[in-house]
């Protein structure tokens, strides 16, 4: 049983933004994702893109935007549990929550604060005959561990940031890495394009264009694929297939929690805290709707602040919070690291 003050489900970003607003309250918080590294559809989906409305940053990476929110909130030693789902929750007496996910594990917290952005992701899936076969014996929707493909053959599917970037990853790492796609053309970042360029030049990546996987073979585990060139057929030997296609938002099992839904989103009391129809829980970001909900992160990062100032009320009944601004108070770290202004040196001028 993981115990803390605060669960957040969802690791995007404002679910960890809203660590750091959490532990300027000195209140602990675990994260619950289902997808396997930190950072929601930034790191999943289009981690080398550039966003423009983060407010400080004319231009960042929504990758580096990850690693930012990553390094603010390290001091404050969040627990994380990445590649699992929320998927039931039971009140207690005392009003608090246990949450267990779908392998098992239980969290116990006063507070849910659900920062699932447009929901659970699950991968888009090939329509690939026999596909949920092969599923974990050689089918991979995400890369979890790359050392699992150390010296071994790959094929990976896809035409965006994802494919290309583990693509070039996976180049240093494979025994043989394909890359295949519809298209001759690739939707990514031009330096990922310019790199697999190079690396199939090298010799280092096959690249197969226009491309598709119609077909798996293996007795007990994925041995070839069948790749159809422009209606020719081509078995390819391989240990593991990748298809990269994207995934599909859906709030999954937390739509079953009892909570008021609106259109695939919660519905959240926005003139106060963003708090659902059910006490103690909490949805930040694009999981919720309210009037004159705008989808922006910028967005999520007010939410988490007001949230983490009710759910300070909820654990502490009772008990007063005086607001100060980090550029005085400083920040405490519960790692025992303090940020804090040079101190202003009094000295008399004679």
Same mark, same amino acid.
Request: proline share 6%.
């Given at each position: 049983m993981v115990k803390t003050d605060i669960l957040i489900i969802g690791?995007?970003?404002?679910?960890?933004?809203?660590?750091?607003?959490?532990?300027?309250?000195? %209140?602990?918080?675990?994260?619950?994702?289902?997808?396997? #590294?930190?950072? =929601?559809?930034?790191?999943?989906?289009?981690? *080398?893109?550039?966003?423009?409305?983060?407010?400080?940053?004319?231009?960042?990476?929504?990758?580096?935007?990850?690693?930012?929110?990553?390094?603010?909130?390290?001091?404050?030693?969040p627990g994380f549990? %990445?590649?699992?789902?929320?998927?039931?929750?039971?009140? #207690?007496?005392? =009003?608090?929550?246990?949450?267990?996910?779908? *392998?098992?594990?239980?969290?116990?917290?006063p507070v849910i604060a659900i920062a699932g952005g447009l929901g659970s992701f699950e991968p888009r899936k090939p329509l690939i005959e026999d596909i949920e076969f092969y599923e974990d014996k050689g089918v991979k929707y995400?890369?979890?561990?790359?050392?699992?493909f150390r010296d071994k053959r790959v094929v990976i599917s896809g035409g965006g940031d994802s494919a290309l970037d583990w693509s070039i990853f996976l180049a240093n790492v494979a025994s043989e890495v394909t890359l295949i796609h519809r298209r001759n053309e690739f939707r990514g970042a031009l330096d990922s394009v310019?790199?697999?360029?190079?690396?199939?030049?090298?010799?280092?990546?096959?690249m197969i264009t226009p491309g598709e996987v119609v077909g798996l073979n293996g007795a007990e585990h994925l041995e070839s694929v069948d790749v159809d060139i422009d209606g020719a057929h081509q078995n390819i030997k391989t240990d593991f297939f990748i298809p990269l296609f994207g995934l599909t938002p859906k709030l999954g099992p937390i739509a079953h929690w009892g909570l008021e839904i609106e259109k695939n989103a919660i519905k959240v009391n926005n003139a106060?805290?963003?708090?659902t129809n059910i006490p103690g829980i909490f949805a930040?970001?694009?999981?919720?709707?309210?009037?004159?909900?705008?989808?922006?992160?910028?967005?999520?990062?007010?939410?988490?602040?007001?949230?983490?100032?009710?759910?300070?009320?909820?654990?502490?009944?009772?008990?007063?919070?005086?607001?100060?601004?980090?550029?005085?108070?400083?920040?405490?770290?519960?790692?025992g690291t303090r940020k804090e202004a040079p101190k202003a040196v009094v000295k008399a001028i004679v």
């Open positions: 690791a995007g970003p404002t679910g960890l933004f809203a660590v750091f607003e959490a532990g300027l309250l000195k %209140l602990k918080c675990h994260i619950l994702d289902a997808l396997p #590294q930190p950072g =929601g559809q930034l790191s999943e989906l289009y981690p *080398k893109k550039p966003i423009y409305d983060i407010p400080g940053f004319p231009e960042v990476l929504a990758g580096d935007l990850v690693d930012g929110l990553m390094e603010q909130i390290k001091q404050f030693e549990t %990445l590649g699992e789902r929320a998927e039931t929750i039971e009140k #207690q007496e005392d =009003g608090s929550f246990i949450v267990t996910s779908n *392998k098992g594990k239980k969290f116990h917290a995400f890369i979890k561990n790359p050392e699992k310019e790199k697999v360029q190079e690396l199939k030049n090298a010799g280092k990546i096959k106060l805290d963003y708090q930040i970001g694009d999981v919720n709707t309210y009037p004159g909900k705008l989808k922006l992160i910028l967005c999520g990062f007010h939410e988490a602040t007001l949230m983490c100032q009710s759910a300070y009320q909820i654990i502490n009944p009772g008990k007063k919070y005086v607001m100060k601004y980090t550029t005085v108070s400083g920040v405490d770290g519960f790692d």
